[in-house]
């Protein structure tokens, strides 16, 4: 099958009016290339529905927010996977995968500095890198090995980036971390979960980000994908769900209800707490009135990258 929806990781362009939000195509930026339109990705979208505030934080204010090591752990593996999966069938061991450890986060770490920084105080191993922290990755990348051959298989791609403009001009993407497609034409779509925090927590927003890009599969290929499919490798156990089309397309209304909801508070301002127990994962209280914080001054909104997700958000 033909994949419409791959790109290179974007690119964005300056922004001319910073003031007010818009939903309409963006004219062309003093270079004469086409402005990157906003857009709505399952990270921010998952922040606005959880906390407008943090979705402000992240999107608007973009206030930094240092890695945490699960986070950046969860990243390596992501990669230590899409390598896995570049070697031919019968060469997917998980020796193979354990030596591909050291090199990829060599390479991280050289694109990313502050990460290797998290890490210097840790014990090294004879090989220089940080020892416990290595065995931990490699850990999540046994279990994976529990749940499945990769032998068996053969992604049509990894670390896939999806992008799709609703009817309404709703414009959304993202990242998915391997889609599968067998020979009928049968898509699944694979997401690893590698974080710290407890499941239970994280499970309805992995399948929100989930039915997200289902949404931009079915809205780019024209095929409900037939199963999404969640790794959680901290615990070996895996998640496997069959959306249908209807079901989709009320997800659609709710993903179209949300963009909405952020254009109408992107004009005035008016992102409100939301406090609830994912508080204790926000890098923001300090800033934030439910914990006697005060936030920034509204900057206005920041076109044209409201929705833009990181590489982190993508290996939570
Ligand atoms: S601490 Fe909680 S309520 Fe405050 S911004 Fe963060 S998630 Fe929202």
């Not at 992102?271 to 005060?294: E, M, N, V």
């Amino acid at each position: 099958m033909t994949d419409t929806t791959a790109s290179a990781t974007p690119t964005d362009t300056a922004p001319t009016d910073t003031t007010q939000p818009t939903d309409t195509a963006q004219p062309a930026g003093d270079s004469g290339a086409p402005r990157r339109r906003p857009a709505l990705s399952p990270s921010r979208a998952g922040d606005f529905k959880q906390c407008p505030l943090l979705y402000r934080f992240r999107a608007i204010d973009r206030i930094p927010e240092p890695p945490t090591k699960a986070q950046v752990r969860g990243t390596l593996v992501h990669s230590v996977l899409e390598r896995l999966f570049a070697l031919p069938r019968g060469d997917r061991s998980p020796e193979r995968a354990h030596e591909l450890l050291a090199p990829t986060w060599e390479e991280l770490s050289q694109q990313s500095p502050e990460w290797a920084e998290l890490f210097a105080e840790d014990e090294t191993g004879p090989d220089g890198h940080a020892a416990g922290w290595l065995d931990g990755a490699g850990k999540l990348l046994d279990a994976y090995f529990g749940l499945e051959d990769p032998n068996r298989l053969e992604p049509e791609a990894c670390e896939l980036h999806v992008e799709t403009e609703l009817g309404s001009g709703v414009r959304l993407r993202g990242y998915v971390d391997r889609l599968d497609v067998a020979p009928t034409g049968e898509i699944r779509v694979v997401d690893y979960k590698t974080g710290a925090a407890p499941r239970a927590i994280g499970e309805a927003k992995a399948l929100f980000q989930m039915k997200f890009y289902a949404v931009v599969l079915w809205r780019t290929r024209g095929v409900v994908p037939r199963q999404l499919k969640l790794m959680y490798l901290r615990d070996g156990q895996d998640l496997a769900y069959t959306p249908d089309e209807d079901e989709l397309a009320r997800f659609e209304r709710t993903l179209e209800a949300i963009w909405s909801a952020i254009l109408a508070a992107g004009r005035t301002g008016d992102f409100r707490p939301s406090p609830s127990k994912l508080c204790d994962w926000c890098a923001h209280q300090s800033l934030c009135p439910a914990f006697g914080g005060t936030p920034p001054e509204y900057p206005g909104w920041p076109e044209p990258t409201g929705g833009e997700e990181s590489a982190l958000d993508r290996a939570d």
